[in-house]
């Protein structure tokens, strides 16, 4: 997907794409309308509602006959680490309460919103990817929270003033991984809490997170390559990552 620099996003630039995003929702939902974005309730999470693609590959196929070739449109899926953080966000309020939180990698803005309804004082979702950023503002404004969005990659940084950094599912390939690894570590050198969901991908070492909680059987969403029994909430070991 076409990658945007500047942050926060122009205005006009947003509002275009969630135009474009809208016009690619079902309304009311037509089961026979399969490259369709459906207003659902995310599996793990009942609470939040996203518009989520019947077949992301088919959504996929729909978008770029708009705008031409096009990333995978990923944040139109509920991806289990993000599942399983915001469902333990909203279990444990008290961890981002009254408090400035980061979610990297926003997607779907699924966490950004379970930490807005857990009673965060501030909510940023981030995402590179212009499509996520309609997306979030949409699915804010459906499960009725203010979200603020930034569309830089900030992963050279260390997340700044933020007090919480969330990331679900940011762990998906050695490459992403060896971005994000050295990002949570700064961010928690700074002072900042860290919180990440991994559904088991193997990018995640041992050695510098840890298990806070596992969920059993994690539901599965379309495009999700194999069966994943468990999804996690990790978070850095201090001794680890300031070695």
Known sequence: MKTYSGAPYAAATHSALQRRLLRNASFP????????????AVPMVPEVHLFLAEDSVLLWARLETEDGPLSAPYWATPWPGGQALAR???DNPELVAGRR?????SGSGLVAIAAALAGAAEVTANDTDGYA???????ANANGVLIATVADDLTDGDGEDYEV????????????????????GR???????????????????PGLLRTLTTYESAPLVSGEDGQRDQTSVLTPVAVALTS
């Open 133 to 139: 950023i309609a997306a979030i503002q949409a699915n």
């Open 29 to 40: 939902p037509r089961t026979a309308q399969q490259d369709a974005l459906k207003m659902s």
């Open 165 to 184: 950094i969330l990331a679900g599912d940011c762990l998906y390939t050695a490459e992403v991984a060896a971005k994000m690894l050295p990002f949570i």
């Open 88 to 90: 333990y966000v909203l």
């Open 101 to 105: 939180v980061l979610d990297l990698a």
């Open 187 to 205: 961010a928690m050198q700074r002072g900042a809490t860290v919180l990440l969901g991994d559904p088991g991908r193997g990018y995640a070492p």
